[in-house]
T-cell receptor, first 115, second 113 residues
């Protein structure tokens, strides 16, 4: 079946602009995660959604970052007033539930470059 | 708090040789441990995971890992390397409650012909 999809695959923007990154999880998966992969910081957790529960935003690096998940499916990660240090690959993952030890299935990522 | 340390950011082995990628974890609760592989310009793919059942876990592509609580380790091995194994490998840990994965820094595996 279809895996996790993300769009765009690549995004180049200018410093100070806002960007939106989209994630379509695997159908039926109730949990959705965003991670950031950068050369300096490795793979970092950003935010986690589970059903209708309040999201775990503990990994968001600043208030310029926000995310929402509409209808329990598609999620959008928004970065306002982008900075050069936001350049990274943003990975989305989904899992069937929030059960302990559940496998997270990753999308191909969005490569963001801030000039 | 949980953390993962992967010893060796780069590992190089000859084709047909043993692959050993090291992972040590720190966790205040019984951990769930994962190995993911990432091929160039792709997302992460699960190789195997430990979820408190058997301590020796077998995964895809001939990889396996052994959970050793006394050593807080979860090293990844493969008896005979293949050229297609060249990729970056990430060890990750999650706890009982928090579902987020905490990743190690990754190990880039190179296979020499």
């Amino acid at each position: 079946g279809a895996g996790v999809s993300q769009s765009p695959s690549n995004k180049v923007t200018e410093k100070g602009k806002d960007v939106e990154l989209r994630c379509d999880p695997i159908s039926g998966h109730t949990a959705l995660y965003w991670y950031r992969q950068s050369l300096g910081q490795g793979l970092e957790f950003l935010i986690y959604f589970q059903g209708n529960s309040a999201p775990d935003k503990s990994g968001l690096p600043s208030d310029r970052f926000s995310a929402e998940r509409t209808g329990g499916s598609v999620s959008t990660l928004t970065i306002q007033r982008t900075q050069q240090e936001d350049s990274a690959v943003y990975l989305c993952a989904s899992s069937p539930s929030r059960g302990a030890g559940e496998t997270q299935y990753f999308g191909p990522g969005t490569r963001l470059l801030v000039l | 708090a949980q953390s993962v340390t992967q010893l060796g950011s780069h590992v190089s082995v000859s084709e047909g040789a043993l692959v050993l990628l090291r992972c040590n974890y720190s966790s205040s609760v019984p951990p769930y441990l994962f190995w993911y592989v990432q091929y160039p310009n792709q997302g992460l793919q699960l190789l195997l995971k430990y979820t408190s059942a058997a301590t020796l876990v077998k995964g895809i592509n001939g990889f396996e890992a052994e959970f050793k609580k006394s050593e807080t380790s979860f090293h990844l091995t493969k008896p005979s390397a293949h050229m297609s194994d060249a990729a970056e490998y990430f060890c990750a840990v999650s706890g009982q409650g928090a579902q987020k994965l905490v990743f190690g820094q990754g190990t880039r595996l190179t296979i020499n012909p």
